[in-house]
């Protein structure tokens, strides 16, 4: 080491030349993510009459790999809400902070007013759809479970293309085809959730989850799930499937090395 | 066995105009499509003091659907701090997340008009100014088919339909969406009159086309409500609900009647 410290850690130019300071410059096109890499399942959530479900399991999957096994993918914002994140791993532990930061933002001001499910949703909607218009998208479908203005149950999904809707049950990834039939059974109209308890809508949650553990390879026994209502939100992060039963497995032909 | 390039063995291939691209090279470019096609239809039709604009509620992905209320059509510069209400209409189908965003474009410039000018703007300004936010995105265009209406300046029902980068034109009718195709053609022949001919007045070209009219209201309702319960069984992304907003004179009234949920 010499006394001029903007010269440590760099090659004498003695030995390997004068060091090129243009591989420093960016070239080319700048790469943004094309695709997810550590991804999170379905999610599912189901309005009752005077809150909302939400589930997600406890993996994360590089590919078909089943990486880590206990990453928690429903995250609550205000006591009040709850986010449930598919998709990119990495994206929802970037969404997690923004919130956070929001959080910490919106309790300086002293209006005494706090972010609703609704504010909430509009709020990541607006990023999911700026992030897509930059071609520099956030690889996530986020459900966002709480209660409005009116303390009324809402539910709304977002998507990594900005693309917003609203339903009495919705499920995410491999949820929409194999859960959302199954849940709206339970509530197929906006009108009828008044008449659902809490523990139809927990039953028929959990339920969905095994379903899913069946039949989604990338899916985990392990889950979490949250009851969202105005006392607050019940919160539980190490659920684990129960009374499975695999008899059905034994009438599925087709697949594998089975021949006959 | 599958044909190896089949569209059934390259992945699902759902209804809409683009087959799965295939190359030549089994060499695949995954890259990121900010566009989707939620599905849905749209339609408008005016008559003499009234315009009438209505959607289904039906919100797709692929084979899937989203929910079975996600409305179209939205009133536009309605505002409940001042009380005021709104006297345009507009539908957007196409990409949801798009038409969300021009729609609140839209209805913020219509409300900031108000403020600044002391006056509600006229539909034809209105229609000016949407056809000029659709360009300004023409190298990213709003992936939408928007339709604006209301009452001109005379009090006359006004219909503009716009495609996705501005182009616009004021019409008595106009469908737009997924079912587009199998609605317009009903349009034509039973608002414009299109094809119709009165009986014995004359043979070859002296016979005489039946001249348009305006409708009534009543007609015009049902002529909206028989458009999308045929578009139901002939398209799978129609359907669930019909939403019709109807403005007149006296502001704008709200329709919804349940359509198929299959």
Known sequence: ?260 | MLNANSPLASGPSYSFATPPNQTSTNIKQHSFNPYTDNGGSTLGITGDDFAILAGDTRSTSGYNINTRYAPKVFKIGEDDGTGESAHIVLSVVGFAADGNALKERLNAIVKMYRYQHGKPMSVKACAQRLSTILYGKRFFPYYVHAILGGLDEEGKGALYSYDPVGSYEREQCRAAGAAASLIMPFLDNQVNFKNQYIPGSGEGHALEARKATPLPRAEVEQLVRDAFTSAVERHIEVGDGLQMLVVTKNGIEEIYDPLKKD
């Open chain 1, 1 to 260: 080491m010499n006394h001029l410290p903007q010269a440590w850690g760099r090659p004498r130019n003695a030995i390997l030349g004068a060091y090129n300071p243009s591989i420093l410059q960016p070239s080319g096109p700048k790469a943004h993510t094309t695709s997810p890499i550590v991804t999170g399942t379905s999610v599912l959530a189901v309005k009752f009459k005077d809150g909302v479900v939400i589930a997600a399991d406890n993996l994360a999957s590089y590919g078909s790999l089943a990486r880590f096994t206990d990453v928690k993918r429903l995250r609550t914002f205000n006591r009040r809400t709850v986010v449930g994140f598919g998709g990119d791993v990495s994206d929802m532990q970037y969404l997690d902070r923004l919130l956070l930061s929001l959080d910490i933002e919106e309790n300086y001001g002293s209006s005494g007013h706090d972010l609703n499910a609704l504010n909430l949703h509009t709020y990541l909607a607006k990023v999911m759809y700026k992030r897509r218009s930059d071609i520099n998208p956030l690889w996530n479908q986020l459900l966002v479970a709480g209660l409005d203005g009116l303390d009324q149950p809402f539910l709304s999904s977002v998507d990594l293309l900005g693309t917003t809707f609203s339903s009495p049950t919705l499920a995410t990834g491999f949820g929409a085809h194999l859960a959302q039939p199954l849940l709206r059974k339970v509530v197929d109209d906006e009108a009828k959730v008044g008449s659902v308890t809490r523990e139809q809508a927990t039953n028929a949650v959990r339920e969905c989850m095994k379903v899913l553990f069946y039949r989604d390879a990338r899916s985990l026994d392990k889950y979490s799930i949250a009851v969202i209502t105005k006392d607050g939100v019940e919160l539980k992060e190490d659920e684990e499937l129960e009374n499975q039963s695999w008899a059905f497995a034994e009438m599925i032909k087709g697949y594998g090395t089975q021949t006959v």
